[in-house]
């Protein structure tokens, strides 16, 4: 991770660019490395091309998506260690053919996984050599709600999902059984089927495509399963307990892999995507791992000391004003806010407790004579010392 190139300098555009510029940047990459431009160069040079080309279509698949271009802005390479920051940024199922089909609409003309660079394939393309594809699960997006209190400790929640499950009858396969699984004759098990084309540069290469018979499974059922119909699976509704580390914010995603829909045929299953909703405290504010909390005091409180109790995750705790506490006056609770994620940050935040000081606007007759004769008292007379300066800045800046 330490050695990759940031996604935005390998596209070699600004990170407000626009999602058209992203494209057109990567179109240039793309053309600049195609395998057609390097089929006569040194192995040093297709060495390049090829590395060059992948960095370019690792970091396009990326910044081409929303979500995952989000969190990348957010975490960087670290998002996919969050699961589901960016993605992953896995290409280990990457279909490279397809991938440049989307792009460039099917006008590249050649096949990466049959010649080329020689081992290109092994970017995750699957082609005519490669075997027949393996089918995924699509994943499932859901949110949970949490507290703060959940939120500091962390917890475990019990999430109620519909999704797709091997059909009990026959397996997953889809198929009464085995016999009834047969080599696909079109692409003779193989899941693709190729034509020989003329490339953009005058090469000549390969189209590849997916098996339009069997789908890129490379098998067929002659006689499918009667509950699931040959799909091999149903819809169950279950239970599955997810683990929210502490430290999370409104608006993360969790990935918990294989938890998602199961694939048809004993394929891979997708991921489950959780979301955090986080529920507003109805005392305490959140700035990231900070936490603020605003109490009134009287004015006799504020002249002459006293003791509050301050609201926290943890329980409640009292906090001493000191005598000629100033209205503003912010007081710090090391250690009492919130935990970062694990592997985002360290330590702990803390609890800022905000004093405002009420003066009361309605006084009795004998009040009002008190105050009065406490008014010429020097002791009455604003004399901002450094310290109450200070306090006064330092709302401006907290609150």
């Not at 899941?191 to 490379?218: D, M, N």
């Not at 000629?324 to 935040?349: A, C, H, I, M, N």
């Not at 606007?361 to 008190?370: N, Y």
């Amino acid at each position: 991770m330490a050695n990759k190139r940031d996604y935005y300098e390998v596209l070699g555009v600004d990170k407000k660019a626009s999602a058209e510029d992203i494209k057109s940047a990567y179109r240039k990459l793309a053309l600049k490395w195609h395998p057609d431009r390097w089929v006569n160069g040194t192995d040093a040079e297709k060495k390049t091309a090829e590395d060059n080309f992948k960095e370019a279509a690792e970091a396009y698949s990326v910044l081409s998506d929303p979500d995952k271009r989000a969190k990348y802005d957010q975490f960087g390479f670290a998002a996919d260690q969050m699961g589901g920051g960016a993605g992953g940024f896995d290409f280990g199922g990457m279909d490279i053919n397809d991938f440049l089909r989307n792009i460039f609409g099917g006008s590249f003309g050649f096949d990466f996984g049959g010649g080329g660079f020689g081992g290109f394939g092994g970017f995750g393309g699957s082609s005519a050599q490669s075997g027949p594809r393996v089918m995924r699960g699509r994943d499932i997006r859901t949110s949970v709600k949490l507290t703060l209190e959940e939120i500091a400790n962390g917890c475990e929640k019990e999430i109620s999902l519909e999704r797709a499950r091997p059909c009990p009858d026959c397996g997953g396969k889809g198929a009464k059984s085995e016999a009834d699984i047969k080599t696909c004759p079109t692409c003779n098990g193989q899941g693709r089927v190729r034509q020989q084309t003329r490339g953009l540069f005058g090469g000549i290469g390969y189209t590849i495509g997916t098996c339009p018979q069997c789908q890129g499974e490379g098998k067929i059922i002659s006689n499918p399963c009667r509950r699931c119909n040959g799909t091999g699976l149903e819809r169950k509704r279950e239970l599955v307990r997810v683990r929210i580390p502490a430290g999370v914010e409104n608006g993360m995603q969790i990935t918990i892999p294989g938890e998602g829909h199961s694939a048809p045929h004993g394929g891979t299953n997708g991921d489950l995507l959780v979301v955090i909703n986080e529920i507003q405290h109805p005392q305490l504010q959140r700035d990231g791992n900070n936490l603020f909390y605003t109490t009134t005091i009287s004015v006799m409180d504020a002249m002459l000391g006293t003791e509050v109790s301050v609201p926290c995750l943890d329980g409640s705790y009292k906090v001493k004003v000191e005598p000629g506490t100033q209205s503003g006056t912010v007081v710090k609770l090391r250690g009492k806010g919130l935990p970062s994620v694990q592997g985002y940050g360290r330590g702990t935040g803390d609890l800022y407790v905000k004093f405002q000081v009420w003066v009361p606007h309605k006084l009795s007759r004998s009040e009002k004579e008190a105050l009065e004769a406490l008014r010429s008292s020097s002791s009455f007379k604003p004399d901002l010392t450094r310290e109450d300066k200070a306090t006064f800045d330092k709302v401006k800046n907290i609150f």
